[in-house]
């Protein structure tokens, strides 16, 4: 679905209230025609063009953003793991037992149980229930638990068997843990949702993201993540008489050549933006499965594991860059990095620089980047798309990522090393990994736990917004943006106060003076500001009561 279909042929005139627009950083009223913004401005012209024919909407002093883009999802993943066990509040073995044997007790013989968000680096006691114990606890039923990256899993002995043979699949064979294909396949298996099922987690997670003021996400689907039917049900949505946000759709399978690309891309029966997205090269630090340059400090003699090595990485990438195709790829680890450099310089010895440039290559995650990755996307044009929240939640110097990588973790997820030297960067939230809560994003981006890392809340809204449209390869060169002519994709935002903020604590965070033109944010330094409406396209996804 382009921007603009379906929407509505309303006029609606937004007033009282402020407008984020670096057009006018002094609006306060907004005129939407269908799906496109017709006009911003101020209080007294609104009152010169409003007429009977508008649906005049008193913001009440309420804040009107462009509309969230989210860089990586997995739509059914973040739907289930809505409507099933929460383990992220877990703090030992036990109490994970406990909640298994709660919820199980609870539920119809025969249906699997499913969990997620465990995570073992913030218990008292890191030690993982054995099989035997998860059999107890789950009463003999089918258990899959996802840890909370989504790299590997705890598992019963029932799981085991209805997944069939796991016999020569790395990851295997670890007692209530599966990890790398044996996890993947595992999950595969357990996965059979019915079309009823996935339309529910998918509209569980739809109305998630429109809560929280996102006009459209970046599915990242592939053949070990949720399968092709995930992807063709997703994309409906692009279609559907309901209003959603926007599915950009990305499939995640390695090819060999433009023709296998072809093949590739006709068989999906669907159009997708690229072939790039969850292509693993390495997997998660969390489940010690991203590829690294070093040892693993807490398992020493350890790397991690690899997926994809360099020849196949850049078949892969000279597919896409001769078929004008955007390719790419899920690499955490610095070792894999190292991968996708070896990649983009074999591609571009190929084909030359400049097609590797025109078909605007992305890395998702990306966090150990060192200088010489860095100026490698650079010269590749490739772009980095990045989750604040997973520092936030394990970065600093007794988090999960200092106990996996001792002193490396410092370097890791380099957001104002990558703004500086000019990296196009886009933000996500990887969910179900990390919540669809866009605001707590940015507040990460300013709170970077890595000093001189942060970077300033206007730079990490046009992460969350325009740049999640360019990473995209959007057409429309207005898109993320509120001025006249723009699609008509933004929120409202119940706020408290607004002003500029900066990730340096030596400058001013604020400033009421206009004549710096600087269109003014919500102040991040208490709750998150509410989502009042959600609009896509013109159409209206969310509304909040007293609106």
């Given at each position: 679905m382009t921007q603009g279909q379906n929407g509505t042929n309303r006029l609606r005139l937004y007033v009282n209230g402020s407008i984020y627009s670096a057009a006018d950083p002094f609006a306060t009223a907004m005129l939407v025609d269908g799906g496109t913004v017709a006009w911003i401005g101020s209080e007294e012209a609104a009152k010169s063009l409003h007429d009977e024919r508008m649906e005049l909407v008193d913001l009440r002093g309420a804040l009107v953003t462009p509309g969230f883009v989210d860089s990586h999802v997995h739509l059914t993943?973040?739907?289930?793991?809505?409507?099933?066990?929460?383990?992220?509040?877990?703090?030992?073995?036990?109490?994970?037992?406990?909640?298994?044997?709660?919820?199980?007790?609870?539920?119809?013989?025969?249906?699997?149980?499913?969990?997620?968000?465990?995570?073992?680096?913030?218990?008292?006691?890191?030690?993982?229930?054995?099989?035997?114990?998860?059999?107890?606890?789950?009463?003999g039923r089918v258990l899959y638990l996802a840890r909370v990256d989504v790299h590997s899993a705890l598992v019963s002995s029932a799981s085991l068997e209805r997944a069939g043979s796991l016999e020569g699949l790395r990851g295997a064979g670890e007692g209530a843990v599966v990890r790398l294909e044996a996890h993947a396949a595992l999950r595969r298996r357990l996965r059979d949702f019915t079309p009823a099922q996935r339309r529910t987690f998918q509209q569980a997670a739809l109305d998630e993201a429109a809560r929280h003021g996102h006009v459209a996400l970046a599915e990242m689907s592939g053949p070990s993540i949720a399968g092709v039917q995930d992807l063709r049900a997703a994309v409906?949505?692009?279609?559907?008489?309901?209003?959603?946000?926007?599915?950009?759709?990305?499939?995640?399978?390695?090819?060999?050549?433009?023709?296998?690309?072809?093949?590739?891309?006709?068989?999906?029966?669907?159009?997708?933006?690229?072939?790039?997205?969850?292509?693993?090269?390495?997997?998660s630090l969390g489940s010690r499965t991203a590829l690294?340059?070093?040892?693993?400090?807490?398992?020493?003699?350890?790397?991690?594991?690899?997926?994809?090595d360099a020849?196949?990485?850049?078949?892969?990438?000279?597919?896409?860059?001769?078929?004008?195709?955007?390719?790419?790829?899920?690499?955490?680890?610095?070792?894999?990095?190292?991968?996708?450099?070896?990649?983009?310089s074999r591609t571009s010895e190929r084909l030359g620089e400049s097609a590797v440039r025109r078909a605007g290559h992305r890395v998702?995650?990306?966090?150990?980047?060192?200088?010489?990755?860095?100026?490698?996307?650079?010269?590749?044009?490739?772009?980095?798309?990045?989750?604040?929240?997973?520092?936030?939640?394990w970065g600093g110097p007794d988090g999960m990522y200092a106990r996996r990588v001792g002193e490396r973790w410092a370097a890791m997820n380099p957001f104002a090393t990558l703004f500086r030297e000019g990296v196009p960067l886009a933000f996500g939230s990887d969910a179900p990994v990390t919540p669809l809560r866009p605001w707590a994003s940015i507040r990460a981006c300013l709170d970077h736990r890595t000093e001189g890392q942060g970077i300033s809340a206007r730079a990490a809204f046009i992460g969350h917004t325009r740049a999640g449209w360019?990473?995209?390869?959007?057409?429309?060169?207005?898109?993320?943006?509120?001025?006249?002519g723009a699609p008509a994709n933004y929120a409202v935002w119940e706020v408290e106060?607004?002003?500029?903020?900066?990730a340096d604590d030596?400058?001013?965070?604020?400033?009421?003076?206009?004549?710096?033109?600087?269109?003014?944010?919500?102040?991040l330094d208490g709750a998150e500001p509410r989502c009042l409406q959600t609009v896509a396209a013109g159409r209206e996804l969310y509304r909040a009561e007293g609106l």
């Open positions: 993943e973040t739907g289930q793991g809505l409507t099933s066990l929460d383990l992220g509040g877990v703090r030992h073995r036990n109490e994970l037992l406990d909640l298994v044997a709660g919820l199980g007790a609870t539920l119809p013989a025969g249906e699997t149980l499913f969990g997620h968000s465990w995570d073992e680096t913030s218990w008292s006691d890191p030690t993982l229930p054995t099989l035997a114990e998860l059999d107890n606890a789950g009463g409906a949505w692009n279609d559907d008489a309901a209003a959603s946000p926007l599915i950009l759709p990305y499939w995640g399978e390695a090819v060999g050549s433009a023709e296998e690309a072809r093949v590739l891309l006709d068989a999906l029966g669907i159009p997708v933006l690229g072939l790039a997205g969850d292509l693993n090269i390495d997997g690294l340059r070093e040892d693993y400090t807490d398992q020493a003699g350890h790397r991690g594991s690899q997926y994809l020849e196949a990485a850049a078949a892969h990438l000279a597919a896409c860059t001769e078929l004008g195709l955007q390719g790419g790829f899920h690499a955490i680890g610095d070792g894999a990095l190292d991968v996708v450099v070896e990649a983009l998702e995650h990306a966090e150990m980047l060192s200088a010489e990755h860095i100026q490698e996307f650079i010269r590749h044009s490739v772009t980095v798309s990045a989750q604040p929240a997973f520092d936030a939640a360019r990473a995209a390869r959007d057409v429309n060169p207005l898109n993320g943006q509120l001025v006249p106060e607004l002003m500029v903020q900066v030596r400058v001013a965070s604020w400033s009421t003076d206009p004549r710096a033109r600087t269109p003014l944010l919500p102040a």
